[in-house]
T-cell receptor
């Protein structure tokens, strides 16, 4: 099974700060998923990536396949970014997802 | 595109009753649907994988007679929690995978909004 580690586990930031959440995994993957879960529970897909870098608004995701590491960056953070961010990886079979435990982010005004 | 809905969004039931949760892919056909359970402050745990027209595959430790899964069509899967008990109270999330594109090396999962089950 692919071990997926996220850091930090909890993060508090002030509005406007640049935020980085890290994800490392132990076994080669076909793709990696960054998910956002709000307090109500619903999960929103932020990024799917298998190489390089993707950007959407204030969010940037990068992945280094050789180092088995991905980062999610949030620029100019805002209180509405407060949520749990989950890293999940697809195995090389491309079928099952292994989830990290999530990073709980709180952005204060 | 790729919207997945769940119904109900929350349910409260008495111990011993059965509860059915529906998962629908609204704008695509889903060959595979996944059911997850999430306890407070924990990550999603895969319960079972269901393929349209065949029996679900359950993860180790998940009782198939207690958590009945039916995937009768390419857009609907149901999870029935039979004889629910307070320890079954949890957040249940489904995801769906569209038909695989030939050039794709992974089957992207699209998540439903979840169903919060409380058993009294």
């Amino acid at each position: 099974k692919n071990e997926v580690e996220q850091s930090p586990q909890n993060l508090t930031a002030q509005e406007g700060e640049f935020i980085t959440i890290n994800c490392s995994y132990s076994v080669g993957i076909s793709a990696l998923h960054w998910l956002q879960q709000h307090p109500g529970g619903g999960i929103v897909s932020l990024f799917m990536l298998s190489s390089g870098k993707k950007k959407h608004g204030r969010l940037i995701a990068t992945i280094n396949i050789q180092e088995k590491h991905s980062s999610l960056h949030i620029t100019a953070s805002h209180p509405r970014d407060s949520a749990v961010y989950i890293c999940a990886v697809y195995s090389n079979s491309g079928y099952a997802l292994n989830f990290g435990k999530g990073t709980s982010l709180l952005v204060t005004p | 595109g790729a919207v997945v809905s769940q119904h109900p969004s929350w349910v409260i039931c008495k111990s011993g009753t059965s509860v059915k949760i529906e998962c629908r892919s609204l704008d695509f056909q889903a060959t595979t649907m996944f059911w997850y359970r999430q306890f407070p402050k924990q990550s999603l745990m895969l319960m079972a994988t269901s393929n349209e027209g065949s029996k679900a595959t359950y993860e180790q430790g998940v009782e198939k007679d207690k958590f009945l899964i039916n995937h009768a069509s390419l857009t609907l899967s149901t999870l029935t929690v039979t004889s629910a008990h307070p320890e079954d109270s949890s957040f249940y999330i489904c995801s769906a995978t569209p038909l695989v594109l030939a050039e794709s090396s992974y089957n992207e999962q699209f998540f439903g909004p979840g169903t919060r089950l409380t058993v009294l």
